[in-house]
C-alpha cells in the first residue's frame, strides 16, 4: 500500500510540475495535440493532479484505519 502511495505522490507532483510549465508553454506539454492550450493543459494535467492526490488521500484515510 505504501508503494502506491508514494507513486500517486510522485505522479502528482510530476503533473502539477507539467501543469505549471503547460500555463506558460502549452505546445511543450501538449505536443501530440494538432491545437495547443492552456484549456487543454488545465483539463488534462490538472485532472491527473487531482486524481492523484485524491486517491493517495484516500489510501491514506483507509492505511490510517487498519
Known sequence: M????????????VAAFLLVVGLYKPWVVLWWEDK???KKVIRLYGG???????SWW??????KQQ
Open 58 to 63: 484516500v489510501l491514506n484515510i483507509i492505511d
Open 2 to 13: 505504501e508503494f502506491i502511495q508514494q507513486v500517486l505522490r510522485y505522479l502528482a507532483v
Open 48 to 54: 491527473v493532479t487531482g486524481f492523484a492526490l485524491l
Open 36 to 38: 495547443q492550450n492552456r
